[in-house]
């Protein structure tokens, strides 16, 4: 593994540009120019957001943007945008793994979920495809291949059996959720060609984000209005509230922070009932801090996972504003995901036809006692198997990589 910020080997997907309107430009060999000062101001994972809190109003932030690429109806030049931003991302790695070997690394085994949108089918699949080659060659990779990221996951857990297993890797990521049912083992290692081993698929663009609006939502909106009523009776509209969390969603965060939405907050805020709740609401848009309340919701929702209740910091909105939540509210407020997700399941269980010796599971969401808990009840005895869960996909890749480009 290449360190790629100070010792760590992982290095979160996000990135922040200091303007809000930056051009990254194409050296001769149409790759990256690493040296302008479009690209060198960039700052990628933990930096990223560093920088972002501290001035979230001066600067271009992007969190996850493999979620965005399957996205039905992109216009060209948004296309273009997220393809500039995925390449910088990947030129970032690629720099610290260039060192790291000590020479240019042209060939790269890409992961990919199993759907990266979900609803709109291969089409959307394959224009997130063109899109991540295209972000490659623009990055310097020169050869591109991908793998599916369960797929990837199962290789390094194989690495480690003395026999064959069928085994239902769960993969819950930030913004999708795969589910695959494969079979795996020293026996079927030595064979370049794994289609066969995959038993059944099915995926949905469904992750951690979701998990986290859905409990902010719940829990956090109702102190910033959610739910509150104007004096004329009528109920304040919950679109301001979807799209203030809905950080992965373009047209959402447009919405939120457009000029319109401004004007009737300051209506809303006149009219409201309780008016102190809908300026926390206001306060959110004006200081741009859509990330931060979110980052707050999912520190909040980790901390879950090994206690019952815990507060969600919202100071940067209100002087010792902190609202509580419990592990109870979390379990509530992430029912309909937890269905879709016992669907998945359901789903590559019937394609496969047979049950697995063991579910293994990857993916940050997937330590979360809720989501452990709701397999538990759904897959009987079944053990679950933890990976690395924030690693295990990229172990399983570089064990893909040797051998798809021969180098074992």
């Known amino acids: 593994m290449v360190p790629l910020q100070g010792d760590r080997t992982l290095v979160e997907s996000t990135l922040y540009a200091p303007k809000a309107d930056f051009q990254l430009e194409l050296g001769e060999d149409a790759t990256l ?62 720099a610290h793994a260039d060192r790291c070997a000590g020479r240019p690394v042209t060939h790269a085994v890409i992961g990919r979920p199993v759907n990266f949108q979900g609803a709109g089918g291969e089409a959307e699949n394959q224009q997130a495809l063109s899109m991540l080659v295209a972000a490659a ?37 930030g913004g999708t959720t795969d589910c695959s049912f494969l079979e795996v083992g020293p026996q079927r290692a030595r064979h370049k060609d794994r289609s066969q081993d995959i038993l059944g698929h099915a995926g949905e663009r469904l992750g951690g984000n979701d998990y986290d609006q859905l409990f902010g939502l719940h829990t956090v909106m109702p102190e910033l209005g959610f739910g509150d009523e104007l004096k004329s009776g009528l109920p304040i509209p919950n679109t301001y509230y979807v799209d203030a969390l809905a950080v992965n969603d373009v047209n959402a965060q447009q919405r ?41 919701i999912e520190l909040s929702k980790i901390a879950l996972s090994e206690q019952d209740r815990t507060k969600v910091d919202l100071t940067f909105l209100e002087t010792g504003l902190a609202v509580d939540s419990s592990r109870a509210e979390l379990q509530q407020s992430a029912g309909r995901l937890l269905a879709h997700l016992e669907a998945l399941i359901s789903e590559v269980r019937a394609q496969a036809q047979v049950e697995p010796d063991a579910v293994y599971l990857t993916g940050g969401m997937a330590r979360s ?19 690395d869960h924030f690693a295990a996909v990229t172990a399983g890749l570089t064990l893909w990589a040797a051998r798809h480009f021969s180098l074992d």
């Open 137 to 173: 060659r623009e990055a310097g990779f020169e050869e591109v291949s991908f793998l599916f990221e369960p797929m990837a996951a199962a290789l390094d857990y194989e690495s480690r059996l003395e026999s064959d297993q069928r085994v239902l890797v769960v993969d819950i990521g």
């Open 369 to 387: 006692t809720v989501v452990r808990d709701h397999l538990r009840r759904s897959c009987g005895d079944r053990p679950l198997v933890d990976s």
């Open 256 to 296: 939120f922070y457009s000029r319109d939405s401004g004007e009737r907050l300051d209506v809303f805020v006149r009219d409201a009932v309780t008016p102190q709740r809908l300026v926390r609401l206001r306060r959110l848009r004006e200081g741009r801090s859509t990330y931060r309340l979110l980052r707050q």
């Open 33 to 94: 120019d690493l040296t302008t000062s479009a690209y060198t101001s960039l700052r990628f994972g933990a930096y990223a957001l560093e920088a972002y809190l501290e001035d979230p109003t001066e600067g271009f932030f992007v969190k996850s943007p493999k979620s965005f690429l399957g996205a039905p109806g992109l216009a060209e030049r948004v296309k273009e945008r997220f393809i500039s931003v995925v390449a910088a991302m990947m030129a970032n790695v690629k």
